[in-house]
């Protein structure tokens, strides 16, 4: 009688023990769509870079002077005829080209353009684009990424 008691509780402490476990594992289940849930309401977007974005003062630029933005991948070139922003995407899948002789080359398929973005060599179908560039109210540069403009506008400051 004893042994069979003892038997009793230990299944009853089993059965204890799977009951607590389920509960565990729906109590995890719950939290993780939960978590989900609340995170899948959060927006995770990435705008990116402002497509407008200022360089500075007219003033600062030299004739002749080549301004390389890295994070917003444009080249500001101030020219005899003014200043231009030209894009460093490459018009083949988008890789970032990199200055090269009085041009620039893109390192992925080897498209070439010259130093005015004009596609010379390589697959790109397209030049390098130029952006619009004006006066903000604080007398700084401002390109605007969002505004391609004719190849060899330049604006006067
Ligand atoms: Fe530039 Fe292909 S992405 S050549």
């Known amino acids: 009688m004893e042994e069979k008691k003892k038997k009793q509780d230990e299944k009853m402490s089993r059965r204890s023990f799977l009951n607590k476990l389920?509960?565990?594992?729906?109590?995890?289940a719950g939290a993780a769509v939960a978590y989900t849930q609340l995170k899948f309401m959060k927006p995770t977007v990435d705008y990116g870079i402002d497509k407008v974005f200022r360089v500075g003062k007219?003033?600062?630029?030299?004739?002749?002077?080549?301004?390389?933005?890295?994070?917003?991948?444009?080249?500001?070139?101030?020219?005899?005829?003014?200043?231009?922003?030209?894009?460093?995407?490459?018009?083949?899948l988008g890789c970032t080209v990199r200055p090269s002789g009085a041009g620039f080359e893109c390192p992925c398929h080897g498209s070439q353009f010259d130093e005015f973005g004009l596609n010379t060599g390589g697959p790109?179908?397209?030049?390098?684009?130029?952006?619009?560039?004006?006066?903000?109210?604080?007398?700084?540069?401002?390109v605007d990424?969002?505004?391609?403009?004719?190849m060899g506008t330049y604006y006067k400051a």
């Open 22 to 28: 389920s509960a565990a594992g729906i109590t995890v």
């Open 58 to 92: 007219p003033d600062k630029f030299k004739t002749g002077s080549v301004m390389t933005l890295e994070r917003e991948k444009v080249v500001i070139i101030k020219a005899d005829q003014g200043f231009a922003a030209i894009s460093l995407i490459c018009t083949h």
């Open 145 to 150: 990424k969002g505004i391609i403009i004719d």
């Open 124 to 142: 790109a179908p397209t030049p390098l684009d130029w952006y619009q560039i004006s006066l903000a109210p604080n007398g700084e540069l401002e």
